[in-house]
């Protein structure tokens, strides 16, 4: 079975400063997707990142960056120059078929 | 930019009753998926619909569910009786083939009472 951990219930970082979000998943498959989504207030799911497993460059969006290590099977979330509009809970996902989601990582921006 | 919908926003019901769940996917996509997700806890999956038929379900999806794509644009989820822990917020979810993301929905926050 696909599971994905997140260990990190809560971070906090400071405005401008970076801040990197851990991510482990378990799987079998080789060819698979890795997804970071954030949940605002809202709780609307908004993709941050995605990466797929048979790439080995890291993906980049903006000031959005992962670590994607694939023989570790870890995923790490970077969010550089962290904004007030940052906070949220974020979720790493994998798919294979479908979709498995981690339990979260609150990220708390302080001005 | 085009986006999934989903209605109603909140839904509140008693305890045993039968609840629908709509939701438009974008219209060119292809793969049609619900997640709950409990108050708190993480997104948790549903189910899988794909070329009018399940493709997938987990665990949770249990004889009370059942989803179907009545028309080329709709995708409900149907709870048949619920029950105090069927309380989530709802989100469908769909996406094109091939590797891309699913693009979710606002969610549906269902109050079983």
């Known amino acids: 079975a696909q599971t994905v951990t997140q260990s990190q219930p809560e971070m906090s970082v400071q405005e401008a400063e970076t801040v990197t979000l851990s ?5 079998s498959e080789s060819d698979y997707y890795l ?22 460059q890291n993906a980049t969006e903006n ?14 979330l970077k969010i550089s120059d962290s904004q007030l509009g940052d906070a949220a809970m974020y979720f790493c996902a994998y798919r294979a078929n479908d979709m498995r989601f981690g339990a979260g990582t609150r990220l708390t921006v302080k001005p | 930019e085009p986006e999934v919908t989903q209605t109603p ?16 996917p974008i219209s060119n996509h292809l793969y049609f998926y619900w997640y709950r997700q409990i108050l708190g806890q993480k997104v948790e999956f549903l189910v899988s619909f794909y ?13 009370q569910f059942s989803v179907e794509r009545p028309d080329g644009s709709n995708f409900t989820l149907k709870i ?14 769909s996406r094109t083939g091939g590797p891309y993301e699913q693009y979710f929905g606002p969610g549906t926050r269902l109050t079983v009472t």
């Not at chain 1, 994607?68 to 995923?75: G, Y």
């Open chain 1, 23 to 27: 991510c482990t998943y378990d799987t």
């Open chain 2, 51 to 63: 070329n009018n038929e399940i493709s997938e379900k987990s665990e949770i999806f249990d004889d």
């Open chain 2, 9 to 24: 926003s909140h839904q509140v019901t008693q305890m045993g009753q039968e609840v629908i769940l709509r939701c438009v």
């Open chain 1, 63 to 76: 000031r959005f960056s992962v670590n994607f290590q694939k023989a570790a099977k870890s995923f790490s």
């Open chain 1, 35 to 56: 997804f970071w989504y954030k949940q605002p207030p809202s709780r609307q799911m908004i993709l941050v990142i995605r990466q797929e497993a048979y790439k080995q």
């Open chain 2, 80 to 93: 048949r009786s619920t029950k105090l822990e069927d309380s989530a917020m709802y989100f469908c979810a």
